[in-house]
C-alpha cells in the first residue's frame, strides 16, 4: 500500500516523500525521522498490535508539538490514532463489493479542494456507523455505500499545535489510492496538516516568568 | 400536517400541544401565544413567502431569549430558519420513492434516545447533500438514500439562550410523522430544546453597572 | 476534598451519593463499583502516577458505555482524563492567590442553569492558557484572572455513549467547593451527564447480521 | 481607520488593496468590486444602519459563493455580521482604558501562525461577555481585560463556501492597527479567508441531472 500512497504523493514536486515499515527498526520511525517529518502518513491492517508503545508515544508527542497526521481507511484501530481520539473507533465493516459515493459536505475547505461535488469510488470495502470517534472538528465528507450504511470518512481534528485528519477508504484489495481525485484529497490533506512553522521541540513554553508550566516528561500518559 | 404533529406530542401526558397555521391573524403567534410557548415546531411548505417578515423576527427574538425551536423538513427553506442559519439552506431533493434511513452517529445524545442503531423510513423524499448550513454544533443523524444520496438529518444549535434542531424527515406525501420511532425524536428534541428557566423578557441585563450593554431595539437585523 | 464535594452533590435528593479513594482497594472503583454509578467525579493532585493503569482503563470502557465523567480542577493531570482527551493537558498555573470570576459563555446550556452572568471566586490557584486539550464540543465557562490570564473552565465532551464535564476551580487550598454557585454547577453537570438508559454492557452492536462488528477485546490501546 | 488598515496589508507584496467607504455609490460595493474581490474586511461603527440591505443581500451572497470574510471591533453589529450569524452579536462594553491581553488557545491555527502565547495590547476599549453569537467553529484567540472581563475575540465560522472571521481588537480611539501583530494577525487571517478557486458564480449546481436544486433567487431571506 505505502508504493502505491508514495507514488501520488510523487506527483507534487514540493513534497519530499519517504516510507517507512512495521519491520524496520523501530518501524523506520527515528527520532531523526520524525525531526524531518511535517507530515506523518499512517496506513495499518491487522498488525496494529505490533507497533511498538514507545514509538507511538514518540509520534503521539510530536503530533502535540505540530506535526501533522493523515490516517488512511484501517488505520482508524492503529494505537497512535485511538490515543489521539480517546475512544474505541471501533466501526461497522464489510466485504462484499458495497459502491462508494464520498459527498463532500464542507466544499469550502482546503481538503476538497478542486473536487465537484461527490466522488464516485466503486466497489470497496464498506466502512459505515456508529464510527466510535469523538465529533470531528469539521466535517468535510461522508460517504454513502450501496448496502445501506453511511460514514464519517474525511475528519479533521486539531490535538496540541498539530492536525490529524482521518480519511476513510484505501482497502488493500481495491485500487482506489490509484484514483486521481483520491490521490487529490491526500495531497490536500498534507497541505492542510504541514505545520507552517517548524515542529516546536518546547511548544508551550512557560514565557511568564511567574507562572508556572509543568514539564514535557508529564506530556504522556 | 400539523394534526399528525400534534398527535404525536399529545400521546406525552406532560406536554401541552397548540397548533398555528398561516392564515389565521399574525400567523397564530401572537404575543401572547409566544409569550406561552416553550418549544415551537415548523413545518412549512411553499408558502414560506407568505409568512410575514416582522412575525418572523418576533420568532427570532423569542428563540434568542430561550424558547425552542425545532424545524422539520422543508421549514429548512423558512424565512426562520435561514434568518439563524445565515445560510441560503438549500438542499438536493428527489421525489421519486427513494428509500430512506437514518443512522445515529451520537447515541449518547438525548434526542437519540430509546433508538437503535438507525431508523428504516422506507419510501420518502429525499433530501441530500450539499446541505448549505453552519455545521451543526453537534450532528446526531445522517440519512441515507437508496438513490445514492447522504444528508445530514438532524441537526443541533444553540442561538442567543435558545436552542434549535433541525430534523429532516417528514413530506406531506409519506406518513412519517406516524412512525413511533419519528415520534420518539420529535418528543426527544421538545425536551431538549425546552427551557430549563423561563424565557427571559431580558436575557443579557448588564449586571455590572459599569459596562454598557446595547439595548434590546438593536438585537435584530 | 471528597468530603466537600460529597457533601453538596448530599443537598440534592435524588443523587445517592459515593466516595472511592486511591488506597481503596481498586482505587475503590471495582467493577461492582462503576456497574452501579452514573456519573464519576474525579479529584486528583500530584499522585496521579500511583493510579493502576487497568482501573483507568476500566474506567474509560465504562465511559464510552455511557457513564458520565466530571473532573475537577487538578484532575486535568490524571491519567483517564489524559487518555479520554488525546492530549498532554498541560496548562499554565500559580499559587498567588489571584482573584477568579468565571463567565458564563454559553448561558443557555443546561450546566449553566440558575447561575447569573458570573460567578465570583475571590482567590484561588490560577489556572490559564494554553490549556492543552481538543476544543471543547461546548465551552460553557471562561475563567478571567486578576494576574493577567484567562482559562476555558467549563468544557463539555462526548466520548462514545458517554458525556465528559471539566470543571476548572478547586484548589485544596481555597473552600471553592463550599460555595453556593460552584455546587450548582457540579449538581447541574452530575444531571446533564447522567445517561437517561442504564449504561450499556455492549454499547454498538452489530444488529445489522450483515455486517461485522470488532469485539469488545479491541477497545482500549 | 481603513487607511491604517490598508496600510498594513500592503506591507504584503501578494496583496492587492482597495478600500470602500460608506459615502460611496453602492457604498463602493459595487458587482464589479464585489467580482474582483477575494477577502473583504468590514470596520464599522454607529452608522450600521445607514448601510442599504440589498448591499448586505449581495455580501452575503458572495460570501456563500466563496469569498472570505474579516469583520473588525465594531462590526460585530454590522448587518452583515448579524446576518451571517443569526444572533444579536450583543456583547458588553467599556470606554475606560482597559489593558487588553490577547491569549492564544489554538496555537497550531493558521490565524496564529507567528506569534507567541500572548500580545500585549495595552489600553483598549473593553469588549466582554456574554459575546451572543454561535459557538466559533474554531475559537483562536481569548481577550483578557484588566476591568475583570473575557471576551471570544478571535472566531472562525465557514457559511456556505466562504469563511469568516471575527477579530475583537480595533477601537477608532487606539493605535491598535498599527501594532505588528495585530497587522500580523489580520493578514494570516486574510489568507486564511482567500478562497484557492475562484469564486463560484454558482456553487452548488445540481450536477446530478435526476436531483432538483432549489435556483438561487431563493438564497436570501
Known amino acids: 500500500m505505502h508504493v502505491?500512497?508514495?507514488?501520488?504523493?510523487?506527483?507534487?514536486a514540493d513534497f519530499e516523500v519517504g516510507t517507512a515499515t512495521l519491520d524496520e527498526p523501530e518501524h523506520g520511525l527515528t527520532d531523526a525521522v520524525l525531526a524531518s517529518t511535517d507530515v506523518l502518513l499512517w496506513w495499518g491492517h491487522m498488525a496494529h498490535g505490533e507497533v511498538r508503545d514507545e514509538i507511538v508515544a514518540t509520534?503521539?508527542?510530536?503530533?502535540?508539538?505540530?506535526m501533522g497526521l493523515i490516517v488512511l481507511h484501517s488505520g482508524?484501530?492503529?494505537?497512535?490514532?485511538?490515543?489521539?481520539?480517546?475512544?474505541?473507533?471501533?466501526?461497522?465493516?464489510?466485504?462484499a463489493d458495497d459502491n462508494e459515493r464520498i459527498w463532500v459536505v464542507e466544499p469550502g475547505h482546503p481538503i476538497?479542494?478542486?473536487l465537484g461535488e461527490c466522488i464516485e469510488i466503486g466497489p470497496e470495502e464498506m466502512y459505515g456507523e456508529r464510527f466510535d470517534i469523538p465529533a470531528p472538528e469539521t466535517l468535510v465528507f461522508v460517504s454513502w455505500f450501496s448496502g445501506g450504511e453511511v460514514f464519517r470518512s474525511g475528519c479533521c481534528y486539531a490535538r496540541g499545535r498539530g492536525r490529524v485528519f482521518y480519511f476513510g477508504p484505501g482497502d488493500q484489495e481495491y485500487p482506489v489510492?490509484?484514483?486521481?481525485?483520491?490521490?487529490r484529497v491526500i495531497a490536500n490533506a498534507v497541505r492542510w496538516a504541514c505545520p507552517r512553522e517548524p515542529v516546536a521541540a518546547a511548544p508551550y513554553p512557560a514565557e511568564r516568568s511567574d507562572a508556572g508550566w509543568f514539564e514535557g516528561g508529564a506530556r504522556l500518559a
Chains 1, 2, 3, 4 share one sequence.
Open 177 to 183: 489510492y490509484h484514483q486521481a481525485e483520491i490521490r
Open 59 to 66: 509520534v503521539q508527542a510530536r503530533v502535540l508539538d505540530g
Open 112 to 114: 476538497a479542494d478542486g
Open 4 to 12: 502505491a500512497i508514495a507514488q501520488g504523493l510523487r506527483e507534487h
Open 76 to 95: 482508524h484501530f492503529s494505537k497512535i490514532f485511538k490515543r489521539l481520539m480517546g475512544t474505541s473507533c471501533n466501526l461497522k465493516w464489510r466485504e
